[in-house]
């Protein structure tokens, strides 16, 4: 099977956040509270994935209420914050949403990454993910974090759905 015949057979859209979203730079304020910066292509195809009847989750192990008002707003239903474990999140989604592996793509950068990304049917990550997510990952978007990776991959998964349009 292609990685073409896997992203067509996704149902289940899975990220983690910094890294992916972002490009893993954070702003530290005077005051409390880091910045972020996002991609509004990304957004723009998370809203597209999510009225195609996809299913969207976050899993990250970030806590800022900020990243959490801007995926509930995007009409993200399950955004997973501040998850030591992202793997045990992952499976309890996987009962909860009744979908198999194979339907299931996630997109990580980093270490905390890999034991998702081995369970799914489809690992992803942007082109600046590290060393160890790079050669995990079946999809490996030419865009780096931040910088519409996530667009890229939605779009791809959509286009071969005949869903993007």
Not at 16 to 27: I, P
Not at 102 to 112: C, K, N, P, R, V
Request: glycine share 10%; net charge neutral; charged share 20%.
């Amino acid at each position: 099977m292609t990685i073409f015949d896997k992203l067509a057979t996704v149902n289940v859209l899975l990220f983690d956040v910094d890294g992916v979203f972002t490009d893993s730079q954070m702003l530290v304020k005077e005051t409390t509270g880091l910045l972020r910066s996002v991609n509004t292509r990304d957004g723009l195809a998370i809203k597209k994935a999510i009225q195609a009847g996809l299913e969207v989750g976050i899993i990250t192990k970030g806590n800022c209420q900020g990243v959490k008002q801007r995926f509930a707003n995007l009409g993200v239903k399950h955004i997973h914050m501040n998850m030591p474990r992202k793997l045990d999140t992952y499976q309890s989604l996987k009962a909860t949403l009744g979908f198999s592996d194979e339907e299931a793509l996630y997109m990580g950068d980093d270490l905390s990454d890999l034991e998702v990304m081995h369970s799914v049917g489809v690992s992803a990550c942007p082109s600046d993910a590290c060393h160890e997510v790079l050669t995990a990952s079946s999809y490996i978007s030419s865009l780096s974090g931040g910088h519409g990776c996530v667009r890229q991959v939605i779009e791809k998964v959509l286009r071969l759905k005949g869903q993007w349009a």
